[in-house]
């Protein structure tokens, strides 16, 4: 645990007028994102080595929306080398991006555009979707986009959100996240500019506790998300002990503290276990090619 010191941090930016402007801080809150500017300019960025998937993404004009009620709500939709994802925004733009193993995006012949084109036409339902649709953004592509940051504070400092960890772009979940780990770090923080050594410790110790422990929740669903046995479950949904409603709040980010929907999502691991069990051959193949998907990209 860091000592408590009488330290300030310069922070330096340029507007967009290029003038230079300087602050001199008591306390630092990286709150910038995938920017991850104090991991990446320390050298604590990590590539997480449980989780190598890629994705290519672009924004669409026109595209079919969900009916009724339901038109502003997020599509999720499996194909056999991943998943794809269509998020509503306003003007009737639609954010729309598909996620797989990087081996997948490696058979590209043609353009990011076309390429993310022909994963949409793969599905009858996303096929249908983009008939009218219209690009108004050039594809783009990411990789190896999983990471974890070696620090999660230090002396007068601290890191929240995906500035911290980033585990995976499904439902838009890093969200919440992000906005649940501010707002728990608020206590260290606070502890740090009133100068109390053990408030700050102890804020500290939660803060690392909590976070560590959602983010080890949710990933445990990320990287089965695209296994067969998750794929049946969740086009299947049984609310079997209300299960559905602690995966909905698990997918929305509420994984820190709430012990009715970690009640739930161990019920939901158990009916996990059991199903795969039940389905072992398929579900054993799935895992293999996940593994050796794994180890090739840690080679490279």
Request: charged letters at 25%.
């Amino acid at each position: 645990m860091e000592k408590m010191e009488n330290k300030t941090h310069k922070v330096e930016a340029t507007d967009s007028n290029g003038k230079t402007h300087l602050w001199i801080t008591r306390f630092l809150v990286d709150a910038s994102g995938r920017d991850t500017f104090l991991s990446s300019a320390n050298g604590w960025k990590k590539r997480n080595p449980r989780h190598a998937s890629a994705a290519i993404f672009s924004h669409f004009r026109g595209v079919e929306r969900r009916a009724g009620k339901d038109q502003g709500n997020i599509s999720i939709y499996w194909f056999n080398h991943g998943w794809i994802w269509m998020i509503p925004l306003q003007d009737d733009i639609m954010s729309i991006g598909a996620v797989s193993y990087p081996e997948h995006f490696r058979t590209r012949r043609g353009s990011l555009n076309e390429f993310l084109r022909e994963t949409l036409n793969g599905l009858p339902e996303t096929k249908q979707r983009m008939e009218k649709a219209e690009s108004i953004m050039p594809a783009r592509a990411t990789g190896n986009y999983s990471y974890l940051s070696d620090r999660m504070f230090g002396p007068g400092y601290l890191l929240v959100g995906d500035a911290f960890a980033f585990i995976d772009p499904v439902v838009s979940s890093g969200v919440y996240l992000a906005m649940s780990s501010a707002e728990r770090g608020i206590p260290v923080a606070e502890a740090w500019l009133n100068g109390n050594q053990r408030s700050y410790r102890r804020a500290c110790r939660r803060y690392q506790r909590e976070i560590r422990r959602g983010i080890s929740i949710f990933s445990w669903f990320i990287y089965r998300f695209t296994s067969p046995v998750m794929v049946k479950l969740m086009s299947n949904p049984k609310n079997t002990f209300q299960v559905v409603q602690a995966m909905i709040s698990m997918l929305a980010g509420d994984v820190f503290s709430n012990r009715r929907v970690s009640r739930r999502l161990l019920m939901f691991k158990a009916i996990y276990s059991a199903s795969w069990l039940l389905n072992w051959r398929e579900a054993h193949a799935a895992r293999k090619i996940r593994v050796a998907s794994l180890r090739a990209e840690t080679r490279r």
